[in-house]
């Protein structure tokens, strides 16, 4: 067992996709229909700001038809256990959704949150959950710009938390990898790192991704089957005992 144990969990689409969280990207490269240059980029929203707009919103709404399922809360239970017992815990992910939070865990949202509008002007950040209406933008409420963008991070802009994240990466013991494709850089990246600093690593996807390595052990299957056993088998590995699946 590792002397001071931190586990690392990075997680993608495929963890809310259990929870019928629609995936934005389909096998044509379309988002919802959309090309991805149109509505996933600082260009797109230059160029037509009430389609991106319409997206996001629709996005946004889509937040109250979910909830989070085995795998979210089985992080949670994690969290929870190894903070108890004063181990390390980082969750990094790259999903928009607000799954994760809702679930009770601590989370650093890389790509930004769908429940989250920011200033263009004076980059107020603001928590949204109400004004979803397609068709109308909303002002900041602290300068008055008549329109706030969503807190997303668009294909050519700079992922969040870059700093904490490589913070955590340099302490951790186990790598997990739930749900991710491995084809969406910087966070593709994270896996090979990890196993270069000694961390056992793990991977969890209905296929294996891009990045797997033969040094990582793949769990193949949905996230809300694999990930409680997954995790409950990891909290045993740093002597942790009884992190029930759930």
Do not use: K
Request: with cysteine; glycine share 8%.
């Amino acid at each position: 067992m590792p002397t001071n144990p931190h586990v690392f969990v990075l997680t993608g689409a495929g963890v809310s996709a259990d929870s019928g969280v629609r995936t934005f990207r389909d096998a044509g490269g379309l988002w919802e229909g959309h090309r991805v240059e149109d509505v996933a980029t600082p260009e797109g929203w230059d160029r037509d700001p009430r389609t991106v707009w319409r997206f996001y919103q629709e996005r946004r709404a889509q937040l109250r038809e979910v909830a989070p399922n085995a795998a979210h809360r089985a992080l949670a239970l994690m969290e929870g256990a190894l903070e108890e017992a004063g181990r390390g815990f980082t969750l990094v992910t790259q999903n928009v959704d607000d799954l994760h939070d809702r679930a009770g865990s601590t989370v650093l949202h890389m790509h930004g949150e769908l429940r989250r509008l920011r200033c263009e002007r004076c980059e107020l950040v603001v928590e949204d959950t109400l004004h979803l209406d397609p068709g109308r933008f909303v002002e900041c409420p602290e300068c008055a710009h008549p329109r706030l963008r969503p807190h997303i991070v668009w294909f050519g802009e700079v992922p969040f938390h870059l700093d904490a994240i490589a913070a955590a990466i340099a302490r951790c013991t186990h790598f997990v990898a739930i749900g991710t494709s491995g084809q969406v850089w910087p966070a593709a990246g994270l896996l090979a790192e990890a196993r270069a600093r000694g961390a056992a690593t793990f991977v969890q996807a209905l296929e294996a991704p891009a990045n797997l390595d033969p040094r990582d052990r793949f769990h193949a299957g949905r996230a809300a089957d694999v990930v409680p056993d997954l995790l409950a088998a990891i909290a045993r590995d740093i002597g942790l005992d009884g992190l029930t699946p759930s």
